[in-house]
């Protein structure tokens, strides 16, 4: 059992300092956003997934990552993980501000993504095994190892490595796709962090990693992103921008594999965002379509147009997000992975019903009889 004194220092006070250095940042973003022009105008930048229809600054990501890199500063020992983990954060951030200035081609967003999870990756922050979910084994993927010598000795695991990268670009782009309305995302992402860092607290050292150096983070994650929330709750007053939306999706996933390869507990928590973006992502696959085209078809846009308010749909994903973490706090692999089925499941029927109804429960016109 952890005691008191540790657990502060591990998950209170980090968290705390994060909250408070993003939210105090903020004001400073949202300066430099109308200086340099990081500002969403729906009349010169129209979007069809876009839900704000007033003149917003953006760039939230960049008062989140201030608060991250000064807190993770001062509570996390130097090491060869964590720099692998902030360059590809930086890089995250980096592009995404562009993206607030002028639209960044999508494909082009994608190889930034992969290059940010190559960068945890090369860190240390591989995926050597997981857990079989029906008979409670391990699955390793790190008995395949490469090594070489150029300005010293390295080594590749290229299974272990491979599924991280493929792991970690796709939880960018799946939280990503979940942030359309005030407070939705950071909120989801905070409950998130925080479950992760919670389940962490049996973490040994790993390589490049030392001890309580993922649940640590995962603590600073969660206040950084409840830090932005206080601007960007109804009505926001600042926007995430592509760069806090990136950087979420990088830090959950890159927090699963730290923690103990914790993918499974990371999907259940995740379970709307995850279940919404694997039908989005299906349906425009079947129906030909350019995944990347954006478009109105996510469960927040749904919910919308069925006549929902922006907070209840925010409600909606917190609570959601809360109740499948305290699952996943007290259930083993097994029920974890039953509960990850209900989920689905129940997700794909309340996106049917949404769908159907627009078809069938629609009002008629004055034309149509």
């Known amino acids: 059992m952890i005691s008191l004194p540790l ?27 109308k200086y ?19 003149i917003l ?41 562009l993206d607030d200035k002028r639209d960044v081609h999508p494909y082009l967003r994608l190889g930034v993504n992969i290059l940010a999870a190559t960068l ?72 998130a962090a925080f479950t992760i860092g919670l389940l962490s607290f049996n973490q040994i050292s790993l390589e490049n990693f030392p001890a309580w ?13 409840l830090g932005f929330l206080y601007w960007n709750r109804f009505p926001q007053k600042i926007l995430p921008g592509y760069s806090a939306k990136a950087l979420a999706g990088f830090l959950l996933a890159t927090l699963a594999i730290l923690n103990t390869a914790k993918l499974g507990t990371a999907l259940l928590v995740l379970g709307v965002p995850a279940v919404d973006a694997v039908y989005v992502l299906v349906t425009r696959l079947l129906s030909k379509n350019d995944p990347t085209k954006p478009g109105r078809s996510h469960l927040h846009h749904r919910l919308l147009d069925a006549g929902w308010g922006k907070q209840k ?10 109740i499948l973490s305290v699952v ?8 974890k992975f039953f509960a990850g089925l209900a989920v689905v499941v129940g997700i794909l029927a309340i996106i049917l019903w949404l769908k159907l109804s627009t078809i069938f429960l629609r009002k008629s016109g004055p034309d149509n009889g």
């Open 120 to 191: 945890a990756v090369a860190g240390g922050a591989g995926i050597g095994f997981i857990t079989n979910p029906l008979t409670g084994g391990i699955i390793n993927f790190d008995t395949i190892r490469w090594s070489f010598t150029f300005l010293g000795n390295h080594s590749i695991l290229p299974v272990a490595d491979l599924l991280a990268i493929i792991w970690i670009t796709w939880a960018i782009n799946m939280v990503g796709w979940s942030g359309g309305v005030d407070g939705q995302m950071p909120g989801f992402v905070a409950i």
């Open 36 to 54: 340099f022009g990081l500002i969403d105008d729906p009349s010169k930048r129209p979007h069809p997934a876009h839900t704000e229809t007033r």
């Open 57 to 97: 600054p953006r760039a939230g990501g960049l008062a989140i990552f201030l608060g991250l890199v000064i807190t993770t500063a001062i509570f996390i020992p130097f090491a060869k993980g964590i720099t692998g983990i902030l360059l590809g954060g930086g890089l995250l951030v980096f592009v995404g501000l």
């Open 313 to 322: 749909i925010a409600l909606f994903y917190w609570i959601i997000s809360g």
């Open 213 to 225: 150096t993922g649940s640590t983070l995962a603590f600073i994650t969660c206040g950084a992103y």
């Open 7 to 33: 657990f502060k220092s591990i998950a209170v006070l980090p968290l705390i300092v994060a909250a408070v250095l993003s939210a105090i940042s903020v004001p400073a973003v949202i300066s430099i956003a």
């Open 328 to 335: 996943a706090l007290t259930v083993n692999a097994k029920q």
